[in-house]
């Protein structure tokens, strides 16, 4: 990645460094704002879902919980789509559908937690810990001059074996291969935090036009949310195992 030489092309298209430079700040203003607010709607589908136990079972427990997964499956496969999409509509109909997906799919198991005061304060507990760590590896890639691009065949590759592990342990049920699993899945997805913030930013020098740009906001605060619940998740799992939760 050649940052200096991506910047000075934008500026060959009538844009100085300076302007590049806030028009790059406040498209990732814009990443993060749409990533926090898709958070936050997650979290208000959880508490709502958390409070109607019938629909908790209909929607997130019984046969219904694979259509969602399936959303989440496949808008994740598609997120790309949102980047060529013309119309913003689309963009934000993938995005917020992908949310609303997955608060359902984790809606059970935060509910679970929720039952209790310590469990109430796992959650907390895991929400401020996956947003500091979030903070920290998305600033450390905002800021890096070290080409993050290089890891990503080797973030790729170890994905794919912590998921096939977490197939593997569906059947040992093993408490503590799944705290191995999930501190491996934490601190891979802090890297590919710093990496994807890289590549958003990247991405930037590379748009002319304000549509394609807030289009790419959009597809940035996707993959940035993906990587956020993830790692929420994994850190609520790990927070129960060693209170001895599961």
């Known amino acids: 990645m050649e940052p200096m030489r991506n910047s000075s092309m934008a500026a060959g298209y009538g844009a100085t ?14 990443v993060y704002n749409t990533m926090a607010l898709g958070v936050a709607a997650t979290g208000l589908v959880v508490l709502f879902l958390a409070s109607q136990p019938e629909l908790l079972v209909t929607l997130a427990v019984g046969p219904m919980k694979w259509v969602f997964f399936a959303i989440v499956l496949g808008l994740g496969f598609m997120s790309q789509k949102i980047v060529t999409a013309k119309n ?19 809606a059970p198991m935060v509910a679970f937690f929720l039952k209790t005061t310590a469990g109430t304060m796992d959650v907390a507990r895991a929400f401020f810990i996956t947003s500091a760590m979030f903070a920290g590896a998305s600033l450390y890639g905002y800021t890096t ?23 593997a342990n569906l ?20 890297g590919i935090t710093a990496y994807e913030t890289q590549m958003i930013k990247e991405m930037y020098t590379q748009a002319y036009g304000d549509g394609v740009v807030s289009r790419m906001a959009i597809f940035g605060a996707f993959i940035l949310y993906g990587t956020f619940i993830t790692m929420f998740i994994h850190i609520l799992n790990i927070l129960a195992i060693l209170r001895g939760e599961e």
Do not use: N
């Open 88 to 106: 913003p509509i689309v963009a934000h109909l993938m995005y917020w559908s992908y949310v609303i997906a997955w608060g359902i799919m984790i």
């Open 17 to 30: 460094r300076a302007e590049v430079d806030a028009g790059l700040r406040s498209y990732m203003l814009k």
């Open 171 to 190: 059947f040992f049920a093993s408490t503590g291969f799944s705290l191995l699993i999930s501190i491996a899945v934490v601190l891979l997805f802090a």
């Open 145 to 167: 001059k070290k080409d993050l691009s290089r890891f990503g065949r080797f973030f790729l590759m170890a994905s794919i074996g912590l998921l096939v592990a977490m197939l």
